[in-house]
């Protein structure tokens, strides 16, 4: 069975860091696109970075450029999602998925639980 797993997430406050981890099972990340989602509360929810062999990396937002970086350890099996300067607007819950082609475009064909992600002011 495909599964995969978001962890890292926790309450931090304005102005720090935290780093997401996306480790999956029964598939290679090398061979899909890994695309982190967040959704806050009460928003719907929002692309946020994906990686993949043939995309590269992609962001859906440029406000995060700067901000956010992805990346892949393929030994691990496992895709990161860094964000530095948090800010509190970027309190929801982070999700990752995967995506066959490998693109980073489309939806994932595979989806994680999420890991929440609290930014204090």
């Known amino acids: 069975d495909v599964q995969l797993q978001a962890s890292g997430g926790g309450l931090v406050q304005a102005g720090g860091s935290l780093r997401l981890s996306c480790t999956a099972s029964?598939?290679?990340?090398?061979?899909?696109?890994i695309m982190w989602f967040r959704q806050a509360p009460g928003k719907e929810r929002e692309g946020v970075l994906c990686i993949s062999r043939i995309a590269g990396t992609r962001y859906w937002a440029d406000s995060l450029k700067g901000r956010f970086t992805i990346s892949s350890d393929n030994a691990k099996n496992t895709v990161y999602l860094q964000m530095n300067s948090l800010e509190p607007e970027d309190t929801a819950v982070y999700y990752c998925g995967a995506r066959a082609g490998p693109y980073c475009s489309g939806l994932p064909h595979y989806w994680g639980q999420g890991t929440l992600v609290t930014v204090s002011s």
């Open positions: 029964g598939i290679r990340v090398d061979d899909y696109g």
